[in-house]
């Protein structure tokens, strides 16, 4: 009778357990359907108001469209214009306006080219007066060398005159004389008994001693002779040409054995140019 009696009491708990999980389970169902429909409401309630902002809106819109149609057509009418001559003004206004904006971007992108230009412009400005500087440094220091060498050279007498002349006797210290920019310079070389054409007169070698260092020469000039007999070198030999006659000078730096002598004419700057061959 015991173990029979016990049986059932078990079934029992087991079926009570089973019916209080359940109870739980339905009462957090409920719970969560409650929430679920609450939420779903306010939601709802929102949905409906948009509705209604919705509508306002749509009939504000309406509104404002049938006002603006009106302003319109009055405007149309004050101007003597049609609804499609006034789309097209208002089409042409807005390509206007696109132009504007397409003319206002190039001409900022002008602008900008500009001023990159202008600083590149600046800046090899900048370079060029930089060289300039240097360029004016090496001058001064030329004419400051060119001032020394002119006083280094000799000055002499010539035979026709009081006048004094500075003289190169050698083919630097021509340079250096080419270099004043006050008179013309010709350089010759003679053989003898050749006449050889020297500026616009001609010269002829007659006699050469190169152990005493003297010479004979003769100078062909307007139709006469002029002979320069036995002189020495680095002597200013000077005789008058021209129509108004003007100073010629000749010097002669080297007589080499009993055939050859250098030297060069000089001649002032208003004295007429040889011809051009």
Known sequence: MTEVDET???????????????????????????????????QQVELADAKQQN?????????TDARLKVATEELGQSLGLTQKQMDAKAQEILRREQANEAAAQKLET?????????????????????DVGGVKTDLGKTQNDLASAIAQL????????DHSSLIARNHDELEVLKHKGDRNFYEFTLVKGQKKPVGTVSLELKKADAKHNRFTLAVYSDDKEYDK????????????????????????????G????????????????PPVQ
């Open 258 to 273: 009993k055939n050859t002598v250098t030297g060069y004419l000089t001649t002032p700057k208003g004295a007429p140019a």
């Open 110 to 130: 002008a602008q900008q080219q500009t001023a990159q230009q202008v600083s590149a412009v600046s800046t090899e400005v900048s370079g060029v007066k930089s």
């Open 229 to 256: 007999k036995d002189r020495n070198l680095n002597e200013p030999l000077q005789f008058y040409s021209g129509k108004e006659p003007l100073l010629f000078e000749i010097v002669v730096n080297t007589v080499s």
């Open 8 to 42: 059932p009491r078990t079934h029992s708990g087991a079926l009570l357990g089973a019916i209080a999980v359940a109870l739980v389970g339905a009462l957090g169902g409920l719970i969560w359907s409650y929430s679920l429909s609450g939420k779903l409401s306010s």
């Open 55 to 63: 509508v306002k809106l749509a009939a504000e819109l309406r509104e």
């Open 154 to 161: 000799t000055s002499m007498k010539g035979d026709l005159s």
